[in-house]
């Protein structure tokens, strides 16, 4: 849905090219049970703003910039490698994760079909337009439906502003958007399908703060603080069997 | 005909890319409950393996994971935090210096991550009542598949006449509890997959504004941006043409019509999606057809003498659900402009009440003839249940400089008591012009379907459900009967500016004569402009007498947030007294009251036109 027409010059792309760097991530066969996580991710936001788009950027590394009304629902898949780490910066245990990302029209007729789906996600990439001052001002409808529907109050949200390659035509400016991403304590992006600026990054803090509640959610039964790091899946919830062993 | 075919090829086609996702969804769960469930075998040996068996070794001292006996000085073991065992040091997995597990606790919070259940745990502190591990996805595959193996099955009763012998209603509460969450969201796929045909449409009527070479087009390209959603909505609603199951809906009524005269054959049509009326069918068939017809109804025109007579034939075609109205010619008609001796006329038709847009057909405008030859057919795309509720208002005018039209007369024909079936009718035929009517000032709001019945326990009926009426007659005749009513959907509804979509519910107040109110509400179906409720309403313990002095005021109300007041979108009464002077315009409504008293224990199927004076409804 990026609305970029043109082609990106040859600088661009080299710009582009240099940005990109694959840090975790590798690609396996898709179809085998052989990973050890499935998160699910849902994209949402207006009709527009680059949701198809952008994940088809993450998971084909491809731009397409035509526009295409997403149908209803979607999803794309990627297999990536998560390595986390360690509490003090060294690299722990290496994770496979099949990731599925939802992708959700964005048009309001469709609308009660995709809340539906919002409460089997894990994690969101909350998207507008940085083109497109509705777009944005959407931002917190979106959030609301999100409260409402997804499986808890306060779910792991990015929230991305796309299509950063049209700067000539930016409607939103960065601090706005800074501010509200601050006011609901998420991270904030500044993305590009079409050059694929951030587009990974953006979807890797995403997993990254999953990953993270994960851990938090089977270890806050009992663990009160201790610092943990990241190497994930490693506590342990209080058991049935709860009876103290006096030897 | 060709056209709408392949069009309707496509929309399964679309129809399908849902199903399509939802299939490949459904293949990555299989694999992963394939993994899942490996995990917990593997967890589940790990805990045999090492299982400390207390009822003989415990007070052995020995590690709960492998059962190497523990010294009472030297590696003595400790205390897991999880399980509460004695482990040696061994059987510990350290995550940080101050903090360990044993084995089989940190496996087991492993397994918890990797297998999602976190995630399910924490959902279902959110929402309770729900399916644990179910998701969105798989329920509506699951509902498709329920659904789409019913339809199959030729002429079902409507889900809700499986229990309607008047005693079972208690249990089809349950069961419609039951299904209540799975339907609603089937209802809200199957109203998608309708709309997502429509979507196509948009992208190629909107095929120059969405590719990308612009090159200079940049406005445009903004324009398409801030194109509001509803601004798409009603693009697309008219490129609408008839889905294939209109068709078959229209080729059904048309068999079933000649059986039962009058009374909409909707027993037979269990699912029947009751498709949206659809205007602007006639679009591409030569007669003019403009959105912006902002205030021709309204008074700003100019009224010159009516004389003359107008020559049109009115009919139904079945298989397409379309309503023709082929005007052939006027004669006799006044000057527009007298004084010049100057006429321009053309002929305008609205299905009343509707006076949108939606609902306005003009044929060309005829130069200078005060006797003019149209040959213009005007087509409407409605559904035959509905024509019963609407009037056809034919008006001519005259088209005179700077948008200045004069009123030269207009006929209004009652569709109700048109018939459609008699090919006399269908030939052509001179009508007296007339002068405008002013008096049904009642402002159209929508129409909305329901489907009703009275149930009386005492009086056997005729089909299948014989065997059960004999059993319980006698203790049910004691309490009257029920009068059953299923709200099926409200279509045209006014749409709220400022909110876009609708969260609509419907009340339906029984007024008996002692001034009792039995009074029902619907859920509240949310983002709907057209909404389906299909919900039943069912008003227990009266008998027909006082229902022949009753009447049911059926309300719309749009919820609204914030402990706002609900706003009201219209009310239809169904009554047998004679209208309160200002309900004036639903002079069926007496009829079907007494169609549904006079035929008891049939489903009765009604459309009723919505009005929007909220005063004259008890709700």
Redo the contacts between chains.
Sequence with gaps: MQ????QPDSAVLAWAAQKFIPWSIKISTM???D????IKLLALGD??VGKTTFLYRYTDNKFN?????T?????R?KRVVYNSRG?NGSSGKAFKV?L?LWDTAG???????TT??F??A?GFLLMF?L??Q?SFLNVRNWMSQLQANA???NPDIVLIGNKADLSD?REVNERQAKDLADKYGIPYFETSAATGQNVEKSVDTLLDLIMKR??Q???KT??SD????G?????????P?????A? | MTVEFNLNFLKELEQETVLEVLYRDQMLRKVDEERIRKLKTQLQQLRWKGAKNASHEYQERSCARCQKSLGLVMNRGAVCNGCSHRVCSECRICLNPYLWKCTICYAHGAMKVKTGEWFFEERAKKFPGEGRCETTGAKLLKSYQKLSKISVVPPTPPPFTESTAGKNTTELDQAKTFNKSVENLFLSLATHIRKISKSHDDVTADKSLLTTDYGQDANRRRERRSQSDTAINIASRIQNAPSLQQLIIGTRDNNAIFTKKGCRPGEDLPSSPLSDVVFSGGVKHGSLFSLNSTCTEADNFDKANVTGEIEFALSYIFKTCTLEVCINACKNLFYGEEKKKKCNPYVKTYLLPDKTARSKRKTVVRKGTVDPAFHETLKYKIDYSQLETRQLQISVWHAGVFKNRVFLGEVLIPLSSWNFEDNSMQSYNWYQLKAKSEDNQVQYSGELLVRAKMCLPSQPEKFRYEEHMMEGTEDQAAHGGQLHLVVLEAKNLPVLRSVGSLNSFVKGCLVLPDQRELKQKSPVLRKETCPRWKHLFVFDGVTPSQLQWAYLDLTIWNEASFGLSDRFLGGARLSTKEPISSTASNPQAKVLWQRILSRPNTWMDITLSLQSNKGVFTF
């Excluded at chain 1, 048009?107 to 079909?113: A, G, H, T, Y």
């Design positions: 609305s970029s027409g043109l179809t085998d049970g990973y050890d996580y499935l009709s527009g910039p035509k526009f295409i009304t149908v209803g629902i979607d999803f898949e509490p099949h599925q048009q309001e007729r469709f609308r009660s079909l539906a789906f409460r089997d894990m337009d083109t497109s509705q499986y808890c109050e035509q994960m851990e959610c089977v270890d009992q663990v201790t610092a943990n790091g190497s994930s899946g490693k506590l342990e919830s209080a058991k069997e709860d009876r103290k062993c030897c």
